[in-house]
C-alpha cells in the first residue's frame, strides 16, 4: 500500500484478491512464506511514452501511452489497450493485474498486460484516429511480439483502431505476425472475437442458473453498456430466448419496456459502430423506449444483470435495489463494474469479471493459435471451444468457490484457481 497508495482502482483490485487468496496461502505449505502474492502486484516492466500526433487542422496534441507488463510466468504479456481520457497508471495496474488471473483461468498459455492512452477517440474523424495509432504504435512496437507480448482491444480500441495499429506495427517490423488480436477477418482475425466476451459472458451466466435448475429462457435481463461487449451479450441473451430491457452508455441508459429485440439490437450496433451516435436516439425511433440522462439501469426490474460498460458502474445500493427487485444473477461482462462491497454478502449467483468475461481473451488465444498454425477455424468451431472453456472455467470456479453450507463463492473460487497455475509457475521458475 505504501508503494502504490495513490492508485485507488489498483489498491481496489489488490485487496479484492488478497481478502481470498491470503487465507488459502496460509493453508497451503507450498505457498507459504516465499512472498508470492507480493512479487505478483508488482508489474514486471511499467513502460509510459509519449505520443505526439497532429489533427486535421494541423494542430499538434501529445498524449500518454503505457504498457503494463504485468506478469510472463505462464505464458507472452496478454490483454487489451484502451483509449479513454480516464485511462491512468492506476486504472491500467488494476486491470493488468485481473488479467493475469483472467488469463489463468481460461486454461491458455498467456500472461497479464494492459495498456492504452488517455486519448479520446470521441469526435475524432478517421484520418485523426488513424494518425493516433500510428504514432501509439511508432514507440510500443518494439515493447510487443506474437512470443513477448499480444495486445487487444478495450474500451475505445475496436475493429478500426486494431487495423490501424497492426498496419503500422507491420510497416515497421516488415512481417506479418499474430502480434495484436481482434484483427479483420480477412486478415488473421478469429471468427467469433467480436462476440466472445458478451456470448462467454452468458454462456457463464447460464452456466450459473443451471446450478439452481434455471434458464435464461423467459428471464428479463438489464444490461449496461452499448459497446463491444453489450451489443453480444444482448445477442446472446435474444437468441438464448431472454428479454432484455435496457442498454446504456456514459451519459444514460435507455429502457425499453417491450423488450429490444434483433431488429432494434442491429440498429443500436449501426448507431453505435457505424454513426458513433449517443444511446439517446433510440428513443426516437423505437416509442416504446425512455431515455434516463445521467442514470444507471440498476432501479430497473429483471431476474439477470449484466454490467458491461466500465469499472465501479454498479455500488452497494444499486446491488440492493437489484436484489429487493429480484435479480437473482449477475455476470460481470466488464473489468470490476461492481465496488467491492457491491455483492460482497449477498447470497445470489454473482460472478466476477476475471471469470465471466473470461470469453474474450481466451478466444484472443485461439487466434493467437490459428495464426501460428497459419490456417481458420470454422464459426461453429471456435465457438464450440468458447463454450468448453467457460464451463471449465465454472468448473474451477466451483471446486476453489464452494463453501461449508453448498453456497458457491465465485470470487473466491475465481481468485484462487487463477492464482494457483501462476503461483505454481512462479515457483517453478525461481525469485526472478
Ligand atoms: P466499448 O468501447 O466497445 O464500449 C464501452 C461502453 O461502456 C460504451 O457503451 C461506453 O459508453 C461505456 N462507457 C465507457 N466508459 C464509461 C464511463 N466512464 N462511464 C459510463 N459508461 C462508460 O468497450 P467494450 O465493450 O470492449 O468494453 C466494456 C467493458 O468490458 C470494459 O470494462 C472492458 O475492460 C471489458 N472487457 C472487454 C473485453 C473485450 O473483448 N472487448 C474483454 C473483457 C473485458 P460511451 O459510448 O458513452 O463511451
Known amino acids: 500500500k505504501a508503494r502504490n497508495g495513490h492508485e485507488p482502482e489498483f489498491i481496489q483490485a489488490v485487496q479484492e484478491v488478497a481478502e481470498t487468496v491470503i487465507p488459502y496461502i496460509a493453508s497451503n505449505e507450498i505457498y507459504n512464506g516465499k512472498n508470492i502474492l507480493l512479487r505478483m502486484v508488482e508489474p514486471e516492466r511499467l513502460i509510459s511514452f509519449r505520443v505526439a500526433w497532429v489533427d486535421d487542422k494541423g494542430e499538434i496534441h501529445v498524449n ?212 458513433r451516435a449517443r444511446i439517446s436516439e433510440y428513443t426516437k425511433k423505437y416509442s416504446s423506449a425512455t431515455y434516463h440522462a445521467g442514470e444507471k439501469p440498476w432501479g430497473v426490474t429483471c431476474e439477470i444483470a449484466l454490467p458491461c460498460a466500465t469499472q465501479n458502474e454498479l455500488n452497494v445500493e444499486h446491488a440492493k435495489q437489484l436484489i429487493a427487485n429480484g435479480c437473482i444473477c449477475v455476470a460481470e461482462g466488464a473489468n470490476m463494474p461492481s465496488t467491492a462491497d457491491a455483492f460482497h454478502d449477498a447470497k445470489i449467483l454473482f460472478a466476477p469479471g476475471k471469470a465471466s468475461n473470461a470469453g474474450g481473451v481466451a478466444t484472443s488465444g485461439l487466434e493467437m493459435s490459428q495464426n501460428s498454425l497459419r490456417i481458420s477455424w470454422t464459426r461453429e468451431e471456435v465457438d464450440e471451444r468458447l463454450k468448453g472453456i467457460m464451463e471449465e472455467i465454472h468448473n474451477s470456479c466451483i471446486e476453489f468457490g464452494k463453501e461449508e453450507d453448498g453456497f458457491c463463492n465465485y470470487v473466491k473460487g475465481a481468485n484462487i484457481a487463477g492464482f494457483v497455475k501462476v503461483a505454481d509457475a512462479m515457483l517453478a521458475q525461481g525469485v526472478i
Open 64 to 275: 500518454r501511452g503505457y504498457r503494463i507488463q504485468m506478469n510472463s510466468a505462464i505464458g507472452p504479456y496478454k490483454g487489451g489497450l484502451r483509449f479513454h481520457p480516464t485511462v491512468n497508471a492506476s486504472i491500467l495496474k488494476f486491470l493488468a493485474f485481473e488479467q493475469v488471473f483472467k488469463n489463468s483461468l481460461t486454461t491458455l498459455p498467456m500472461g497479464g498486460g494492459k495498456g492504452g492512452s488517455d486519448f479520446d477517440p470521441k469526435g475524432k474523424s478517421d484520418d485523426e484516429v488513424m494518425r493516433f495509432c500510428h504514432a501509439f504504435m511508432l514507440e510500443l512496437n518494439r515493447h510487443i511480439g506474437p512470443n513477448t507480448d499480444v495486445p487487444a482491444g478495450d474500451i475505445g480500441v475496436g475493429a478500426r483502431e486494431i487495423g490501424f495499429l497492426f498496419g503500422m506495427y507491420k510497416k515497421i517490423r516488415n512481417e506479418f505476425t499474430g502480434v495484436l488480436t481482434g484483427k479483420g477477418l480477412s486478415w488473421g482475425g478469429s471468427k467469433i472475437r467480436p462476440e466472445a466476451t458478451g456470448y462467454g459472458t452468458v454462456y457463464f451466466a447460464q452456466s450459473m442458473l443451471k446450478t439452481k435448475g434455471q434458464e435464461i429462457n423467459g428471464k428479463t435481463v438489464v444490461i449496461s453498456g452499448s459497446g463491444n461487449v453489450a451489443q453480444f451479450a444482448a445477442e446472446k441473451v435474444l437468441q438464448l430466448g431472454g428479454k432484455v430491457v435496457t442498454l446504456s452508455d456514459s451519459a444514460g441508459y435507455i429502457y425499453d419496456k417491450d423488450g429490444i429485440d434483433e431488429e432494434k439490437l442491429a440498429y443500436v450496433m449501426d448507431l453505435k459502430n457505424n454513426k
